[in-house]
């Protein structure tokens, strides 16, 4: 499938409370991806999110990158403080990375998490210490992706059946990557 002209908007917790129309966009866009998993896995009961105070609340100090394809939301990635940490630390989780599955397989998760990196990268000087990007994953849906993506398993924590509406117990991998430099100087921030 070829993409049509797409528009990326970084969006805080806050530009997210701002925007009710973008936060309705991308709570539904979340749900309806995790409802429709990649890879021909059976689909999930329940929802990612079950208001949208769940998805601001995960989103905390961090940012989120909004892919719009003819002014609908279509990805999605966020970038937050690893365990607590701030916006100006080492370490920074990937989360909540999702393509509409009509969009899947086009190098939109991939774009929304470079832009969410370089939205940190960029505001971080040349000789900043390494920073290092971290993402939780069901191993059995996600795990080769984000292998083939540079991240390497930290940690594997088995989950039981029922949790996140999985029929049987599951893996979820803690992966790790260092990040790459920001190829521009310029500041990205909230539009």
Request: proline share 4%.
């Amino acid at each position: 499938m070829t993409v049509a002209a797409r528009e990326t908007k970084f969006y805080t917790s806050e530009d997210l409370v701002n925007d009710p129309v973008v936060l309705e966009e991308l709570f539904n866009l979340v749900n309806k991806a995790f409802k429709n998993p990649p890879n021909g896995l059976k689909q999930v009961e329940g929802l990612r999110f079950e208001n949208y105070d769940e998805l601001l609340e995960r989103l905390g100090k961090g940012i989120c990158a909004v892919m719009f394809i003819q002014g609908a939301a279509v990805a999605s990635a966020s970038i937050i403080p690893w365990k607590g940490d701030s916006m100006d630390g080492d370490d920074f989780e990937i989360s909540a990375v999702v393509v509409d599955p009509e969009y899947r397989g086009t190098g939109l998760a991939e774009s929304s998490v470079s832009a969410v990196e370089d939205a940190v990268m960029s505001k971080r000087s040349s000789d900043a210490a390494d920073v290092r990007l971290w993402l939780k994953t069901a191993e059995a849906r996600n795990g080769p992706y984000w292998t083939r993506r540079g991240f390497a398993v930290k940690e594997n924590n088995v989950f039981p059946a029922g949790m996140w509406g999985m029929e049987h117990e599951f893996v979820i991998s803690t992966m790790c990557r260092l990040a790459r430099r920001a190829t521009s100087e310029k500041k990205v921030g909230a539009q």
